[in-house]
Nanobody, 123 residues
């Protein structure tokens, strides 16, 4: 599987940014797709996930109401729309996928990872 994340950049606090993840290499209909982030000196943490089939979503409490995860089945794309960004949202964001419906921890087995995209939030 290949997961190609893009869309990171520098944004002011309160601003918005949309991350994209291009997924390829398998049929994702039975997968859950997600976003994680890792700030310097911190562990990788769950941000949001979406089931490819059905589109049900889950979010970390820290981003609920501000971030929206979505997918485009036809394009095999997953997006993370981030709004009302805070300095504490700054991190490297990673796209991930896992067979099944559970993807809320970075230490789960059989998680496929893409390369990260850096989000910087200025105060």
């Amino acid at each position: 599987v290949q997961l190609q994340a893009s869309g990171g950049g520098l944004v002011q606090a309160g601003g918005s940014l949309r991350l994209s993840c291009a997924a390829s290499g398998r049929t994702f209909s039975s997968y859950v797709m997600g976003w994680f982030r890792q700030a310097p000196g911190k562990e990788r943490e769950f941000v949001a996930a979406i089931r490819w089939n059905g589109g049900s979503t889950t979010y970390a409490d820290s981003v609920k109401g501000r971030f929206t995860i979505s997918r485009d089945n036809a394009k095999n794309m997953v997006y993370l729309q981030m709004s009302s960004l805070k300095p504490e949202d700054a991190a490297v964001y990673y796209c991930a996928c896992r067979y099944g419906s559970i993807l809320y921890r970075s230490d789960l087995e059989d998680v496929d990872w893409g390369q990260g995209t850096l989000v910087t939030v200025s105060s």
